[in-house]
């Protein structure tokens, strides 16, 4: 009997989505939104890695139909940032835009990797899935860059080294310090996997872009370094992101009441005798020091990276 009702409600509702949406696209929307994909639409609790950063380029919000572009970000960092794996929503009515918003965004690649850059690194994304219809409905779909086990592996190396290199008396900067060197000196910059980050055939199997990586292996390429060094700054209580351009990623951290840029690529350099060399030069550095450093490698988009500057 319940599945003969189920059935005599699927049709109805199939028959009536026709004449809506023959007749009345608005009607046919408002159908689809509130009884088709209403289930879809549950906003699940958060995972353990949220964040809280109060930055000025995307914000956490709790209103799930955009009304411009600035919402759009803004929902979909909240998505990554709570950990969610998969989201629906649907945009405003007067937002005539949003279509085309939602499209740059999917054809964008770059833009879309900067939210990778204000998340926990386990709740980053390797691929994100950005499904638009005609109807205003937008269905996000994350495939995450860490695995269950590799994040296992990770704390556990996190738990030993922090046991073996932190002590109660540290200042904060000197804990920084501490991780900073560690990282360093147990790394290897990844000479190969740089060589070969256009190669569409090149695998890179050590996930060299990773804290895995960086870990597991003790060689990486810049993600590598950053995302080991946010995660001890995250044990540290540290509020912190990543900034990154079309070819580095590094560091910036809240210490002692202002935004600060480290960068252990740059402070592990690759020469020729092979040598494991510790510079400091790009630790705890403003950013007009930084960019006195290096302009070259370390420009930075500062209507994003506000924090940064």
């Known amino acids: 009997m319940k599945q003969m009702k189920r059935f005599l409600y699927t049709m109805i509702a199939f028959v009536l989505l026709i004449c809506v949406f023959l007749y009345s696209k608005p009607i046919a929307r408002f159908f689809m939104e509130n009884f088709i994909y209403k289930n879809d639409m549950v906003i699940k609790a958060s995972n353990q890695y949220k964040q809280t950063l109060d930055i000025a380029y995307i914000k956490e919000t709790t209103d799930f139909k955009p009304n411009s572009r600035q919402d759009?970000?803004?929902?979909?960092?909240?998505?990554?940032?709570?950990?969610?794996?998969?989201?629906?929503?649907?945009?405003?009515?007067?937002?005539?835009?949003?279509?085309?918003?939602?499209?740059?965004?999917?054809?964008?690649?770059?833009?879309?990797?900067?939210?990778?850059?204000?998340?926990?690194?386990?709740?980053?994304?390797?691929?994100?899935?950005?499904?638009?219809?005609?109807?205003?409905?937008?269905?996000?779909?994350?495939e995450k860059t860490y695995s269950k086990e590799q994040i296992e592996f990770i704390e556990k190396e996190v738990d030993n080294i922090y046991q073996e290199i932190i002590n109660d008396q540290m200042t904060l900067e000197q804990k920084i310090k501490a991780a900073h060197d560690y990282i360093i000196n147990h790394t290897v910059y990844d000479s190969v996997g740089a060589e070969n980050l256009n190669n569409e055939d090149y695998k890179n199997k050590k996930s060299t872009h990773t804290a895995y990586g960086t870990l597991k292996?003790?060689?990486?390429?810049?993600?590598?370094?950053?995302?080991?060094?946010?995660?001890?700054l995250n044990r540290f209580g540290v509020p912190n992101y990543k900034i990154s351009n079309t070819e580095h990623v590094w560091n910036l951290a809240y210490v002692n009441g202002a935004w600060k840029h480290i960068d252990l690529t740059w402070d592990d350099p690759v020469v020729n005798t092979h040598q494991n060399i510790l510079l400091d030069h790009y630790f705890l550095i403003t950013g007009t020091e930084l960019l006195q450093k290096d302009s070259l490698h370390h420009t930075f988009d500062q209507n994003i990276y506000r924090e940064g500057i």
């Open 72 to 142: 759009l970000l803004n929902i979909i960092y909240t998505i990554l940032n709570n950990g969610w794996s998969e989201f629906t929503f649907f945009c405003d009515e007067n937002y005539d835009s949003c279509f085309q918003d939602a499209k740059s965004l999917t054809e964008n690649p770059e833009e879309l990797s900067n939210f990778n850059n204000f998340v926990h690194p386990y709740n980053s994304f390797n691929h994100l899935y950005i499904d638009i219809n005609n109807f205003g409905k937008i269905h996000v779909e994350v």
């Open 217 to 232: 292996y003790h060689i990486a390429l810049c993600g590598g370094y950053s995302d080991t060094m946010a995660l001890f």
